[in-house]
């Protein structure tokens, strides 16, 4: 079993910034992949950033370069900086831990942009 503890969510203005964090606990496997996904309301959930153990990202065409994706793997820690943000990005966000087969979710924190 993994366990994911999100936190830095909350509400922004328009154009601002907020930096979210995961932390892993638990099983935790060898060349994993750790990410960010999102929900919003009436939406699907979608990717919005992973990155491997070895360091490399995967991005959403629409988030890329307004959101950049870090990961300690000492610490089994990812994190998602996100700035510039618009009311579209509203969403509730989920961390997610990959490793072979297994997939696993964090419990989301929400993310409000709104003036």
């Known amino acids: 079993q993994v366990q994911l503890v999100e936190s830095g969510g909350g509400l922004v203005q328009p154009g601002g910034s907020l930096r979210l964090s995961c932390a892993a606990s638990?099983?935790?496997?060898?060349?994993?992949?750790m990410g960010w996904y999102r929900q919003a309301p009436g939406k699907q959930r979608e990717l919005v950033a992973s990155?491997?153990?070895?360091?490399?990202?995967n991005y959403s065409d629409s988030m890329k370069g307004r959101f950049t994706i870090s990961r300690d793997n000492a610490k089994n820690t990812v994190d998602l900086q996100m700035n510039n943000l618009e009311p579209e990005d509203t969403a509730v966000y989920y961390c997610h831990y990959a490793w072979g087969f297994l997939s696993y979710w964090g419990q989301g924190t929400q993310v409000t942009v709104s003036s």
């Open positions: 990155m491997t153990t070895g360091g490399r990202p």
């Open positions: 638990g099983s935790i496997g060898s060349r994993n992949a």
